[in-house]
């Protein structure tokens, strides 16, 4: 499935925006592929450990996705099981922030952890960018895991969403 949001423009677009990727990241959560994937991902961690299932998802969605943008002025939104099921398959798979982050968030709740979806927008511009928030840590795909230093953005507004 893939939708076209937001329905309205601002921030009220954002919010139904991550509303919707609320929704599609919940009904993902109990798919076979996205708890195969996570068991997968978090296979290396010591069991209960949850700071290490978050990394291990994070890193397990940055080498699997590549990052995509969407088309000028349209958001689109890739269903996590269209995701999942293109990684099963060895596709290439890609998609922008707020698919990597639905994609994770699935896995997070698949796993019995409790996301959250974060928009933000960076130097006093508006929203215009998603990512994860899980058990205190960020969690971003689109963003360089290796070179933290080419990250350096100040998030100057936000909204969040419990997933």
């Given at each position: 499935?893939?939708?076209?949001?937001?329905?309205?423009?601002?921030?009220?677009?954002?919010?139904?925006?991550?509303?919707?990727?609320?929704?599609?990241?919940?009904?993902?959560?109990?798919d076979?592929?996205?708890?195969?994937?996570?068991?997968?991902?978090?296979?290396?961690?010591?069991?209960?450990?949850?700071?290490?299932?978050?990394?291990?998802?994070?890193?397990?969605?940055?080498?699997?996705?590549?990052?995509?943008?969407?088309?000028?002025?349209?958001?689109?939104?890739?269903?996590?099981?269209?995701?999942?099921?293109?990684?099963?398959?060895?596709?290439?798979?890609?998609?922008?922030c707020?698919?990597?982050?639905?994609?994770?968030?699935?896995?997070?709740?698949?796993?019995?952890?409790?996301?959250?979806?974060?928009?933000?927008?960076?130097?006093?511009?508006?929203?215009?960018?998603?990512?994860?928030?899980?058990?205190?840590?960020?969690?971003?795909?689109a963003?360089?895991?290796?070179?933290?230093?080419?990250?350096?953005?100040?998030e100057?507004?936000?909204?969040?969403?419990?997933?």
């Amino acid at each position: 499935m893939l939708s076209v949001f937001p329905q309205s423009g601002g921030e009220q677009g954002v919010r139904q925006t991550l509303a919707k990727m609320a929704e599609l990241a919940n009904g993902s959560a109990l798919d076979p592929a996205i708890r195969d994937q996570a068991a997968l991902a978090i296979a290396g961690c010591p069991r209960g450990m949850k700071p290490c299932h978050v990394q291990a998802i994070l890193q397990w969605v940055h080498r699997k996705v590549r990052y995509v943008a969407d088309p000028t002025k349209h958001e689109l939104l890739h269903d996590p099981r269209l995701l999942a099921r293109a990684v099963a398959l060895g596709k290439y798979v890609y998609g922008d922030c707020d698919d990597m982050s639905m994609y994770i968030g699935a896995m997070l709740l698949s796993v019995g952890l409790h996301p959250s979806f974060r928009a933000v927008g960076y130097n006093h511009k508006p929203l215009s960018h998603v990512y994860v928030v899980c058990e205190g840590m960020k969690l971003d795909a689109a963003r360089d895991l290796w070179n933290p230093g080419l990250n350096l953005h100040t998030e100057t507004s936000a909204i969040e969403l419990p997933v």
